[in-house]
């Protein structure tokens, strides 16, 4: 996949996890303030213009680059500061590569876990984001480099991140607001983990069916025929 195609699924994909905003939002309220919905909502169409305005020469990195910028820019969430900094941490497992596959794909997910780990001084079990992207990475680091980008992978990856989603309804949150719930926090699902599996599960939902940005694509490449 090069630059200009993954712009393009991850155009795709953002525009379908704004349909969660909602959901997104109301599980915020119960566990933190509520603007996860808000984040989101505000963020994706950020990155949206941000990738729109790129060149179709632009480098994986730089559309990762320019998604982190736009994220970080848009809301002065936290949630938004954590996947900045995740996004500028993979960036960089791709350094100038003019297209990613194999294992570049399972390393960038642990690099984004990791950072958010160590930024949000969290691990798994703490109630947080990671308890669903550390196993989807784990997914697909086990898939193995000529298997990693498969539909069969992402359907492993997004089963593992859902497990941890179910799972987070027993934890008792340890990080962020939702740490001031204590023991009420336990039964409710965390927000931040959900939200991960929804960009998981928009992924593969906008770019394995037909698009207006995949005919806008296919129009232009035969138009430079």
Known sequence: M????LSIAIRNSLGELTTY???L?????ALGDGDLGITVSLGAAAAIDALEALPETTTPAEVVLACAKAIANANPSTMAALVAGALLAGSRVWGDSAT??????SRFAL???ESISSRGKSQ?????????????AEALRNAGPDAVSSPATLDAAISAAEAGVNASKALQSRRGRASWLQERSIGLQDPGATMFLRFLESWKAANSKASPLDAQSRTKEESNK
């Open 2 to 5: 090069n630059g200009n195609e």
């Open 21 to 23: 905003s909602e959901e």
């Open 25 to 29: 939002g109301d599980l915020d309220q």
């Open 100 to 105: 990613i596959e194999g294992d570049q794909i």
């Open 111 to 113: 690099a984004a876990a």
């Open 124 to 136: 798994v079990g703490d109630k947080t984001i990671l308890d669903a992207l550390f196993p989807a």
